[in-house]
């Protein structure tokens, strides 16, 4: 609305005829409307809007104490003004159609205090008034007055939080603007949101102008919680390395509040050491570093205890005991005893083939090697770690020993390795009376016993770290052997022994396995899973180096061995889920052969990606299940596999990465389709999720055998250890759908005996701490079977079923175990439900819903949760589950 140039003189008109004055300017059309808009107000609004529009005008005045009063007051009236969710308040309504007016008076006015108040106003304005993407509310922020953010309300400051990030990076793109005004306000933003339990919306602020540093001086004891759990699980869909600065901000955040068993979570998953170490310095509470014991042991991670981090040297033994597992074995039988499941089962207990109709029970009781051999690993994996069973295993009143050898002796050559192998899956975890037990076998004259042997000395001691190291002292001179079996047996359980330790003895015999031009293809293959194995994400360029000297030394004919493909997983495995580190490896990569090239790339790319949820990734594996091949090319399979590891990380990129998996099974060719259900399978490890068992279901029946073998296969993988009576039904009617095909029905076996892994009290799931922790270890024995399986023909139904061992290195037992001070188990009442994910929701929301209250030790399925349901004791670890140590609370009163 134009103003006249005497408008002075106006000042002294009253209200009503200043304000009846804009409508005689416009047309006439325009007056009628506002005198029927101006009809529906009420008497108060009507005032209200009057009273602003004389406000506008009097801003407008000559004299500066007219101007100061209008603009105070209509400061106020904004300010005061309440408004709901729905409406805008009252005077943002009415002066929208002075918007244009004040902001020209605006350019005006010279440099003063009045124009930065005037700027203030016009900022709160520009709010509901501006158009989209010009940034005004912003711009006349910065021109304004530095007066108190938050007196204008929480909108205002959202909608400022949300115009500070496009012009914090277009000045990012000019390398002479200054930062320096904006950052100030993002300091009183954060300070705002801060003091507002709006912690989610600060972080993200500082997100996007990339400065998280200074969150840490905002936080408080009220709020560090919500703020961390926010940052950490907002880790998951942050592209490196954003991720790691996240994990490493509320590392430092805990570490302030002293929050010290959340810190050495976030230290783990940021898989540094130096954390690690610090946090066990800093702590003066024996108790709570045998809580972090029980952490590291659940991670499988390698610590050796010095004296800064314990003083005393008892106490440091029993850390050390704590971390290296050793008391795993006692605390499983325990649960075992506990759910009353001690009672070895054989696999006709499994099979239950009384349930099914005619024809494939009669060949159930035929004997047969193949059948056999499935029978072993299905006692193997449903009687491991009982330390009894009802074949390999004799008890006092059989016999003597003609049971045991009965049983090794109806398997043919490579057969009798997995059979005396399987004696270490029944013993697993329990080192001692493991090794008196396969002892007798150590000297046996087949080379086959021998060499199941070797690697059963290995699947004890999996997991478990002793001072003794027996698996390095029996296994490392067979290593060196003339026969590629033993070689192979020995050196399998080396990989399974020692995996992610380290341990440099190791790396200096086996590079020279490597090294020689002479070693047979099957036993440099194993050679460099193993040394893959034991450096698991370590990115040794050693070890690296002698991979790629021995891929490039093989000639084109070994190129074309399904074996080789274990060289780039090997080389994989050095770098998993290491993201950037691996770049200068894939380069060299790119020289190899052609047959090998693709193929190492993606395993390559799939591996250091594992478990990291980068879109990207999956966006380029996804391109390389889109190209048309020639014959002879095999890296879809990984590309596809590779889908899932990088997927995996967080629920929502795995329900997208099933989707797309769907499409790639409508429209993708044969050796695409053939991978898509071992990737499946990953994603929902030990997880069985309605949808996929469906699809896995459909897919056993499909007319290609090696789709269906791999759908048999990913159905006992996604119900390992659930004991999950659909797809035990699944697969008993597979059993008499395939009883002629042998393949098939060892296929069958394997999953049946994996559904019912450890009786089901076992997992495979890489994840604990409530998915917030990925375990390297048990991740690389899931990738090296799967990759085994995407050429079923070659390994597992041929002479190599004993990588199925690989699994073992997965294996851990789904519970929550409660230790009262002294280690010693304690019955607690707890809630055992369905976890919610409550990050960053505004109160204190349940965590769990649909629970159920039972007394530990309890067994937890996947997306289970467990709280206390008592005060008398208190956790020393917020997440429940594995081994959680006890307090007794000092301010309980029992009840009367």
Not at 82 to 102: A, C, D, N
Not at 216 to 234: A, F, I, W
Not at 831 to 845: C, E, I, L, S
Request: glycine share 6%; aromatic share 6%; charged share 25%.
């Amino acid at each position: 609305m134009a103003v006249d140039p005497t408008s002075n003189a106006n000042s002294s008109t009253p209200p009503a005829a200043s304000a009846a004055k804009p409508p005689s300017v416009k047309d006439p059309k325009k007056s009628k409307k506002d005198e029927k808009k101006d009809e529906d107000l009420s008497e108060e609004d009507l005032a209200l809007k009057e009273q602003l529009e004389l406000y506008v005008e009097r801003v407008q005045d000559s004299d500066p104490g007219v101007q100061k009063l209008a603009l105070e007051s209509m400061r106020q009236e904004i300010r005061t003004a309440t408004s709901s969710m729905t409406s805008v308040p009252k005077p943002l309504k009415f002066l929208r159609p002075h918007y244009g007016t004040l902001k020209e008076y605006f350019g005006k006015m010279s440099e003063s205090v009045l124009r930065k108040y005037l700027a203030d106003i016009l900022s709160v304005l520009a709010m509901t008034m501006s158009a989209e993407g010009e940034r005004e509310s912003l711009k006349y922020r910065l021109l304004g007055s530095e007066g108190d953010i938050g007196s204008w309300g929480h909108e205002y400051v959202r909608n400022l939080a949300g115009e500070i990030s496009p012009e914090f990076s277009k000045r990012q793109q000019f390398e002479e603007a200054s930062i320096d005004d904006l950052m100030d306000l993002v300091q009183q933003i954060v300070a705002f949101h801060m003091k507002h339990n709006a912690e989610p919306e600060a972080v993200d602020l500082l997100m996007e102008v990339e400065d998280l540093d200074l969150l840490v001086e905002h936080v408080d004891s009220t709020n560090y919680k919500r703020t961390c759990s926010y940052l950490t699980s907002s880790a998951s869909y942050l592209a490196g390395p954003d991720d790691l600065l996240a994990l490493d901000i509320a590392y430092g955040i805990y570490l302030k509040f002293e929050d010290l068993t959340n810190a050495l979570r976030t230290g783990v998953a940021l898989d540094n050491l130096q954390y690690i170490k610090h946090i066990y310095e800093i702590s003066n509470d024996l108790l709570q570093k045998k809580q972090f014991s029980y952490i590291l042991a659940q991670h499988g991670l390698v610590l050796e205890l010095d004296d800064e981090m314990v003083a005393d040297d008892d106490d440091r033994e029993t850390l050390q005991d704590i971390i290296n597992n050793v008391k795993l074995s006692e605390g499983y039988l325990a649960l075992a005893r506990d759910i009353e499941v001690m009672e070895p089962k054989s696999p006709e207990d499994i099979y239950k083939v009384h349930l099914i109709d005619g024809r494939a029970s009669a060949s159930a009781s035929l004997d047969s090697a193949r059948q056999n051999l499935a029978a072993t690993f299905v006692n193997a994996f449903v009687n491991a770690g009982f330390g009894q069973d009802k074949l390999m295993t004799v008890t006092s009143e059989s016999s003597g020993g003609a049971n045991t050898g009965h049983w090794l002796f109806k398997n043919k050559e490579h057969g009798k390795a997995s059979a005396a192998a399987s004696l270490g899956m029944i013993l697993l975890w329990d080192v001692d009376s493991g090794l008196a037990q396969i002892d007798k076998y150590l000297h046996s004259n087949d080379n086959h016993v021998v060499a199941g042997a070797l690697l059963g000395v290995g699947i004890v001691n999996c997991n478990i770290k002793n001072d003794c190291d027996p698996a390095f002292a029996l296994l490392i001179d067979f290593t060196e052997k003339e026969d590629p079996t033993l070689r192979i047996g020995a050196i399998m359980g080396l990989g399974i022994a020692y995996a992610g330790s380290h341990k440099e003895e190791l790396k200096v015999r086996l590079s020279s396995i490597l090294g020689d031009s002479k070693t047979p293809l099957e036993v440099l293959a194993f050679t460099a899973i193993t040394l893959g194995l034991v450096y698991v994400g370590s990115c040794c360029e050693e070890i690296a180096q002698s991979i790629i000297f021995a891929l490039m030394d093989r000639s084109e004919a070994e190129l074309s061995d399904p074996l080789v493909r274990f060289l780039p997983l090997a080389l994989g495995l050095l770098y998993l889920g290491k993201q950037e580190s691996v770049e200068a490896t894939s380069e060299v990569s790119k020289t190899f052969h052609e047959k090998i090239r693709n193929y190492c790339d993606v395993t390559l790319l799939s591996l250091a990606y594992a478990g990291t949820g980068n879109v990207l990734k999956i966006q380029k594996l996804l391109g390389y299940c889109a190209q048309h091949l020639e014959k002879g090319e095999s890296h879809q399979g990984p590309a596809v596999l590779g889908i899932g590891l990088v997927a995996m990380a967080e629920e929502l990129g795995l329900d997208m990465a099933i989707r797309s998996l769907e499409h790639l099974l409508q429209y993708g060719e044969q050796n695409i389709r053939r991978a898509v259900p071992l990737s499946l399978g990953l994603l929902c490890i030990s997880n069985p999720k309605v949808n996929v068992m469906d699809t896995l279901s459909r897919l056993s029946h499909d007319s290609d055998g090696e789709v269906s073998m791999a759908a048999i296969v990913s159905l006992g993988l996604i119900g390992a250890g659930t004991n999950n009576a659909r797809i035990a039904g699944m697969l008993r009617n597979l059993s008499s759908y395939y009883y002629k095909e042998a393949g098939h029905l060892f296929c069958v076996r394997i999953a049946q005996g994996l559904v019912h892994l450890g009786k089901g009290l076992l997992t495979l799931s890489p994840y604990h701490s409530d998915r917030f922790l990925l375990s390297p270890i048990k991740l690389s024995g899931l990738i090296t079977v799967l990759h085994a399986c995407l050429d079923m023909k070659a390994t597992v139904l041929g002479k190599y079923h004993y990588m199925l061992y690989f699994l073992v290195l997965a294996m851990q037992p789904r519970m929550l175990m409660t230790v009262d001070e002294n280690l010693k188990p304690l019955s607690v009442p707890v809630r055992v439900g369905q976890a919610v994910d409550v990050v960053g929701q505004a109160g204190r929301p349940k965590t769990i819903t649909g629970f159920q209250t039972h007394s530990t030790p309890v067994l937890l399925a996947a997306g289970d949760r467990a709280e206390l349901a008592t005060e008398k004791y208190i956790p020393l670890t917020k997440v429940l589950e594995g081994f959680v140590i006890m307090k007794e609370n000092p301010d309980y009163r029992e009840e009367n």
